[in-house]
C-alpha cells in the first residue's frame, strides 16, 4: 500500500520560517508530481504550490515569493520551505502525489495532514 507521511509542522512566531516534509512509502515506480494544500476550519482546501516530474513549479499568489516547493526523487519526499511566516499562515497543510506503481497503474495518495500554528 502507498501512503504519504508528513512531517515539520509545529508553532513559529511570525517572520519565522518551517520546513515540511511529505515522504511517499510503498511500492512506487516513480512520482509524477507533488501538490501542497492547506485547510482552515469551514473554509475550503487552497492549493499553495506545485512541483512537476519535471520540477517546474507553481505557487498561489498568496505564498509566493516566501514558500519554496523542491523534492528529492531519490528520497520519495517532497519538501515545502516556508519562510517569513504570517499568522494568516496558520493552517493544516497537506500533501498530495500522483505516484506511478510497478504496474503502471496511476495512484492518487494524501498525506495525513500537518498544523501550523503561526502565533507570537
Known amino acids: 500500500q502507498v501512503q504519504l507521511v508528513e512531517s515539520g509542522g509545529g508553532l513559529v512566531q511570525p517572520g519565522g520560517s518551517l520546513r515540511l516534509s511529505c515522504t511517499a512509502s510503498?511500492?512506487?515506480?516513480?512520482?509524477?508530481?507533488m501538490k501542497w494544500y492547506r485547510q482552515d476550519p469551514g473554509k475550503q482546501r487552497e492549493l499553495i504550490a506545485t512541483?512537476?516530474?519535471?520540477?517546474?513549479?507553481n505557487y498561489s499568489d498568496s505564498v509566493k515569493g516566501r514558500f519554496t516547493i523542491f523534492r528529492d526523487n531519490a528520497k520519495n519526499t517532497g519538501y515545502l520551505q516556508m519562510n517569513s511566516l504570517k499568522p494568516e499562515d496558520t493552517a493544516t497543510y497537506y500533501c498530495?502525489?500522483?505516484?506511478?506503481?510497478?504496474?503502471?497503474?496511476?495512484?492518487?495518495?494524501w498525506g495525513q495532514g500537518t498544523l501550523v500554528t503561526v502565533s507570537s
Open positions: 498530495y502525489a500522483l505516484v506511478v506503481d510497478p504496474h503502471g497503474r496511476y495512484l492518487e495518495i
Open positions: 510503498g511500492s512506487i515506480f516513480s512520482i509524477y508530481h
Open positions: 512541483i512537476t516530474r519535471t520540477d517546474s513549479t
